[in-house]
């Protein structure tokens, strides 16, 4: 069986990893969620693209450890290397991975896929399970060797004894938590990937504008090539060109993704659509009349 690629998981040749990465970086609910973890837990949430495993997490973030900041200007290529193998672990066994590194210090990495096809990883960590002690920072003059003279041991030790603590079974419950988000970000990777892109036609737009303010109604290609201001033959080969979609599979997955956050909803089985109830309407996943 051939692995799974792009195209597989978006449907489009339109877009590529890196890309899909830089939108999950800028949407609000990644946002919201690093925003959050960070302050409940003190601890930086980063979110690294399969594209650029290279990139060092949590640089310039305001959780980023001193320690780890110094550690990582102090030996560069080194730390980079470490990183890079720790992620090709992640990648080899598919699942979240917790990695004990320089003096005890904790680092995870949960994978985030959409329909089989590894987009990236949620990073955290740089925290210990046990309280920093003398003996755990010889283990880490120890670990450095020689390349102990790179660094500002005062500076060093000070950033040692600073760097956030959270017991084992607490730690582990937090992974968990961003296992979970891992999966409610797969999800919200297919609508990012259905909202416009900037260098769309003019007409496409119109019509997805159209498609998303009539979702509950019967969509034909008719009605929405008319509503974009161009023949019914131009436009499917517009919208396919630019999508990489046809026009039925386009309002089929927007519905799809409405049916799964409606069905999320605790209030939903107290006040179902009427668009849903008491069975969907047979054009509502993707079969226009």
């Not at 495993?53 to 290529?77: A, I, K, Q, W």
């Not at 760097?163 to 938590?177: C, D, F, Q, T």
């Not at 009605?223 to 599979?249: D, P, Q």
Request: glycine letters at 6%; aromatic letters at 10%; one cysteine or more.
């Amino acid at each position: 069986m051939n692995a799974p690629t792009l195209n597989t998981f978006v449907g489009t040749p339109h877009y590529n990893l890196r890309e899909i990465a830089d939108r999950i970086l800028h949407c609000e609910l990644f946002r919201n969620f690093q925003k959050g973890f960070a302050a409940a837990t003190g601890l930086p949430l980063d979110f690294v693209g399969t594209d650029d495993c290279l990139r060092m997490p949590y640089v310039g973030h305001d959780n980023e450890s001193d320690f780890c900041r110094l550690l990582r200007e102090g030996t560069g290529n080194a730390w980079e290397t470490a990183n890079a193998i720790f992620l090709t672990r992640v990648q080899q066994d598919r699942e979240a991975q917790t990695l004990t590194t320089i003096g005890g210090l904790r680092e995870s990495a949960v994978p985030v896929r959409c329909r089989n096809v590894t987009v990236g990883y949620l990073r955290t960590g740089q925290a210990l399970v046990s309280q920093p002690s003398e003996a755990g920072f010889s283990q880490v003059m120890e670990q450095l060797s020689a390349r102990r003279g790179l660094f500002d041991l005062v500076s060093l030790r000070e950033a040692y004894f600073e760097i956030p603590v959270i017991p084992l079974n607490r730690y582990s419950g937090l992974v968990e938590i961003v296992r979970v988000f891992s999966v409610q970000l797969e999800e919200h990777i297919n609508r990012l990937m259905l909202m416009k892109r900037p260098e769309e036609p003019e007409a496409v737009r119109h019509a997805k504008k159209f498609i998303v303010e009539n979702l509950d109604e019967a969509l034909t290609l008719d009605n929405v090539a008319s509503h974009a201001g161009i023949s019914s033959f131009y436009f499917c080969r517009l919208f396919k060109s630019a999508t990489g979609m046809t026009l039925t599979e386009f309002v089929g997955r927007l519905r799809i993704e409405k049916a799964k956050q409606l069905m999320l909803n605790p209030q939903f089985s107290r006040s179902p659509s009427p668009v849903l109830a008491p069975v969907a309407p047979p054009w509502w996943f993707g079969r226009s009349p």
